[in-house]
């Protein structure tokens, strides 16, 4: 490759891409349209699942004692939560402590200072090795003796879990489609290019060009549509974040934001990756559907 | 140079263009096809740049069997055969000088051949003097020059001509056909086909006459209307196959003969 014959090679691609330029744009809009909403649902899809990961964690069950249990008692019963493998710790929380708590806990929201009787009963906070198999655990504390309630976020506990997995599947199937969609969207776009352009393959080919110096413009512009078509999108997504997290963790305080952590750099050359590989297979198919024809 | 045996070639549609074709054209000839149209006239010459492949029979251009040639060996086939059409077929956004290095440059060859070859070729034709214009702004005569020197680029050493004066008026036609005839005399084999009597009669060249798809004639230094009283060719010339005859008013209007007789 001499500097003439890339100079030549060029210009007919940015030629070809400037006479066609509706048509590109075209392309370049379908694929920032696909790349942002794909973008944007990987990126709800981690912040949800790490949401969720963090709040399970903190699930825990309070299992509150009657009023005529003692602390022997309260021990006794600790104990045996602890010997059941679904249990991760137990925490004995007496009626002094859970009050400290509350106060603290409700600090600035409510004046505390108005709770002068202790209205809690002793309590003991269990954890769980897994989330899931929560209510189980909530069940056999509720059997024991001493035990005057227990409570826990089942129904979030639940609907979080079933959320997560629906999502997931939904996420994947949505994911698939879109790329799908994109593609076809590219290939049709290119066919109209190489039929706008057909004077000059047909001339190609009556000359000698080769397959592939044929094809190589067409899949130069699907490289490039795909990749300025991601680039775009990823400047609404990085757009849309700077914008919108911190008005969300504003507005929604109770989420544990803090706890996302997206490696910008990977998600980004990811995206740029799909675009470009949406770009060029749909390219290369467009153009060889009408060689061989 | 180029042979045909027993070549038949039948279109999808039933169509028989070709019939049994045998056939050996010498390195160097200047060969002219003539006969109506659709006899098959330009299937031949697309067989011999693969454009169309034969039902069956064989094809040879140049030593290479073209019949059941491999598409990926095609290009080097092309690069070896140029084709000039009627209708030029050139890129109306680029200049001479481009339309013509443009095939050379699809192949992938180098700039300092194209820098070579280019000016070569034009001088050739000699559109040396025009080579920035672009073709809207040339002539018919000088379009057709630009698409031979186009097909000359790659140095073939094969021309097909396919109605290369079918557009161009009398002065341009003997334009053209000295240039393919100098173009001969360098040593290329040149195949034209065409409809021109005035043309194959004043080069008295090889003749090969082509009627529903088979060689009916074949002479050396041979004219255009062959043994065929003239009356009866001018006639069978005017229709199409399978058209009703011009009723002879219109032809005689056509040829403008007599004022009186026109509406």
């Known amino acids: ?293 | 140079m180029i042979s045909l045996r027993g070549v038949t070639l039948v279109y999808p549609n039933g169509t028989r263009a070709l019939d049994a074709i045998d056939l050996e054209i010498a390195k160097g000839s200047f060969v002219f096809f003539v006969g109506h149209s659709g006899t098959g006239k330009s299937s031949l010459l697309r067989l011999l740049y693969r454009e169309q492949v034969p039902s069956r029979g064989q094809v040879t251009v140049d030593a290479v069997r073209v019949d059941n040639l491999r598409r990926s060996k095609v290009p080097q086939l092309r690069r070896n055969v140029g084709v000039v059409f009627q209708d030029f077929k050139l890129l109306s956004d680029k200049t001479v000088w481009e339309n013509v290095a443009f095939a050379l440059q699809v192949t992938g060859a180098r700039t300092r051949d194209v820098m070579r070859q280019v000016p070569r070729v034009l001088d050739l034709v000699g559109l040396a003097h025009k080579s920035r214009m672009f073709p809207s702004e040339l002539s018919g005569g000088e379009q057709q020059r630009t698409a031979i020197a186009r097909a000359l680029v790659n140095n073939p050493k094969i021309l097909l001509c396919d109605e290369p004066t079918g557009n161009l008026d009398p002065a341009n036609t003997n334009e053209i056909m000295d240039l393919l005839h100098r173009i001969n005399l360098k040593g290329t084999t040149v195949l034209i086909a065409t409809h021109n009597a005035l043309v194959v009669d004043r080069m008295r060249r090889r003749v090969i006459r082509l009627d529903d798809g088979k060689i009916v004639a074949d002479e050396e230094r041979g004219y255009y209307h062959a043994a065929v009283p003239a009356s009866v060719a001018l006639a069978g010339d005017a229709a199409e196959p399978g058209e009703a005859p011009k009723p002879i008013r219109s032809i005689i209007n056509g040829l403008g003969a007599n004022p009186l007789l026109s509406e």
């Not at chain 1, 045996?80 to 679904?86: F, Q, T």
């Not at chain 1, 352009?197 to 512009?221: D, K, N």
């Open chain 1, 1 to 293: 490759m001499d500097s003439g014959r890339i100079r030549f090679f060029l210009s007919e691609v940015w030629r070809n891409f400037t006479r066609t330029l509706i048509m590109q744009l075209t392309a370049i809009g379908t694929v920032t349209v696909t790349i942002a909403l794909l973008g944007g649902f990987l990126f709800t899809r981690q912040t949800l699942g790490a949401i969720g990961d963090d709040v399970i964690k903190k699930i825990e069950i309070s299992v509150f004692l009657t009023d005529g249990a003692s602390p022997a008692d309260a021990r006794t019963l600790a104990a045996k939560l602890r010997a059941d493998p679904r249990v991760k710790s137990v925490t004995y929380v007496p009626k002094a402590q859970g009050l400290r708590e509350m106060r603290e806990r409700l600090r600035g929201q409510i004046d505390t200072s108005l709770l002068t009787a202790n209205p809690l009963p002793d309590a003991l906070r269990v954890r769980v090795v897994d989330p899931e198999r929560v209510h189980e655990v909530a069940a056999f504390a509720r059997k024991q003796a001493n035990v005057a309630n227990v409570e826990y976020a089942q129904d979030a506990v639940q609907k979080l879990l079933r959320i997560s997995d629906v999502l997931g599947r939904i996420g994947l199937g949505i994911v698939a489609l879109l790329v799908f969609t994109a593609a076809i969207i590219i290939s049709n776009t290119i066919r109209l290019t190489v039929f706008a352009r057909r004077r000059e393959i047909a001339i190609m080919q009556l000359v000698g060009a080769s397959g592939f110096y044929i094809r190589m413009p067409f899949i130069c512009e699907g490289f490039i549509a795909g990749v300025l078509g991601a680039a775009l999108a990823l400047a609404l997504l990085v757009t849309a974040r700077l914008q919108l997290l911190p008005k969300l963790i504003v507005a929604l305080p109770f989420l544990p934001m803090h706890a996302v952590n997206i490696d910008g750099l990977t998600f980004a050359l990811e995206l740029l990756g799909t675009g470009a590989a949406v770009g060029v297979v749909a390219s290369w198919f467009s153009v060889g559907r009408y060689l061989r024809a």
